[in-house]
Every structure is written in structure tokens, then in C-alpha cells.
Nanobody
């Protein structure tokens, strides 16, 4: 049973920084890709950072590029998201996610992003940025 447990969320003023962590367990193989998503009230879930664990390639949307950095510690099975220059619009619940083979095309609970099919999800950690 794969488990993803996020930590590191909190409240910060605009311009501040936070680092989120995601402890992964239960994998019998190296996750093909992992990522961070966020969801604000009334909005769709948005991918904010993806990393391909083999080659280390990373992807970001323009909204966070240059401010957010995703990284991994393979020895500790931990994924990180360093968030700098935070803005009020970054306020959201942040979720760690990992690749999981989709059992059929219409399976519920999967999100496709940056070439990766995310099917494992953490419980989320809240980030609140005040102006």
C-alpha cells in the first residue's frame, strides 16, 4: 500500500517562503514520476511541479516557474517543494502525488499532467499566504 504524507504547510506573508515535504512509503519500485498539485476553494486541482524520478527532469506551469522548485531525496523516499516569493494567489491545499498505472481510461481519482498519470495522493497540507 503506497502512502504519501505531506508536511510543511502553514501561514506566511506575501514574499515569504515555505518548504513542503512528502514522505513516500510502500513502493516496491521507484515511482516513475511524482508531483505537487494544489486546489483552492472553488477551483480545479492544478499541477504546480512534476519530477521524473529517473532522469530528474522537472516541469512547472508559468504561474510558479522561477519561484517553486521540486526535488527528491531518493535515500529518504522524500519529495520536496521549495516555494519562494509566495503570493496570496498561491493559497491552496497542496497535495503530493505519484504515478500509478491507470486500470482503465475512465478510472476515477487519476489526474494526467506533464506526461504522468497520477493515481496516488496524499491528504494535503494547507498553505495560506496573506498580503
Amino acid at each position: 500500500q503506497v502512502q504519501l504524507v505531506e508536511s510543511g504547510g502553514g501561514s506566511v506573508q506575501a514574499g515569504g517562503s515555505l518548504r513542503l515535504s512528502c514522505a513516500a512509503s510502500g513502493y516496491t519500485y521507484s515511482a516513475y514520476c511524482m508531483g505537487w498539485f494544489r486546489q483552492a476553494p472553488g477551483k480545479e486541482r492544478e499541477g504546480v511541479a512534476v519530477i521524473y524520478t529517473g532522469g530528474g527532469n522537472t516541469y512547472y506551469p508559468d504561474s510558479v516557474k522561477g519561484r517553486f522548485t521540486i526535488s527528491q531525496d531518493n535515500a529518504e523516499n522524500t519529495l520536496y517543494l521549495q516555494m519562494n516569493s509566495l503570493k496570496p494567489e498561491d493559497t491552496a491545499m497542496y497535495y503530493c502525488a505519484a504515478y500509478r498505472p491507470r486500470p482503465h481510461p475512465s478510472a476515477a481519482g487519476w489526474v494526467w499532467g506533464y506526461g504522468c498519470d497520477f493515481g496516488y495522493w496524499g491528504q494535503g497540507t494547507q498553505v495560506t499566504v496573506s498580503s
